[in-house]
């Protein structure tokens, strides 16, 4: 049980294009998912919480216009990166709770994007 | 706010010894704790969890002690293995940012 899944688990795209990651709760429901950015021997940074039906809250310093947040369902959250730069190439991992507040986060696989 | 950090950021042991990872903890109302692992390219992996109401807990192999008084908490992997190598966080129930983490390298 508890298993989230990201796809794609890669992406290469083209300065300034669009790329989208889709953070799916497999067999549980997911009221709050947290997106982290991971960049190379560095810890997880948390860029946003986005709870189901409501607007995104985002860390401090995370663009919102760029990095846009949906959380459609209680099963899946998508993170749009918007216009991508080089600089936005790092390893993207979103993570899922269900409604029980203080419960554990379960994790998915990561998506390693790199912009070129 | 408050936060989760590790002592070491890195720890070598042979392949058959005994692993310990510490992590400190500021928050004295935090009552619930998670160990996750991290490979490398993967996204974090649950361990092992511990409640504040209890100060040992031991899953296959992994032991998480709680000590409360000093708000320390530990990872014990017995017999280690290749296959732990790997990234060790420790999180807070609420915690939504997590430490640098301690590289577990396993020796032949």
């Known amino acids: 049980g508890a298993v989230v899944s990201q796809h794609p688990s890669w992406v290469i795209c083209k300065s300034g294009t669009s790329v989208k990651i889709e953070c799916r709760s497999l067999d549980f429901q997911a009221t709050t998912m947290f997106w982290y950015r991971q960049f190379p021997k560095q810890s997880l940074m948390l860029m946003a919480t986005s709870n189901e039906g409501s607007k995104a809250t985002y860390e401090q310093g995370v663009e919102k216009d760029k990095f846009l947040i949906n959380h459609a369902s209680l099963t899946l959250s998508t993170l749009t990166v918007t216009s991508a730069h080089p600089e936005d190439s790092s390893f993207y991992i979103c993570?899922?709770?269900?409604?029980?507040?203080?419960?554990?986060?379960?994790f998915g696989p990561g998506t390693r994007l790199l912009v070129l | 706010g408050e936060s989760v950090g590790l002592h070491l950021p890195t720890l070598s042991v042979q392949e058959g010894d005994n692993s310990i990872i510490n992590c400190a903890y500021s928050?004295?109302?935090?009552?619930?704790f998670i160990w996750y692992k991290q490979e490398s390219g993967k996204g974090p992996q649950f361990i092992i969890d511990i409640r504040s109401n209890m100060d040992k807990r031991q899953g296959q192999r992994v032991t998480v002690l709680l000590n409360k008084t000093v708000k320390h908490l530990s990872l014990q992997i017995a017999a280690t293995q290749p296959g732990d190598s790997a990234v060790y966080f420790c999180a807070e129930s609420q915690a939504l940012n997590f430490g640098k983490g301690t590289s577990l390298l396993v020796t032949p």
């Open positions: 928050n004295s109302a935090s009552d619930y």
């Open positions: 993570s899922a709770r269900d409604w029980t507040p203080g419960e554990t986060q379960y």
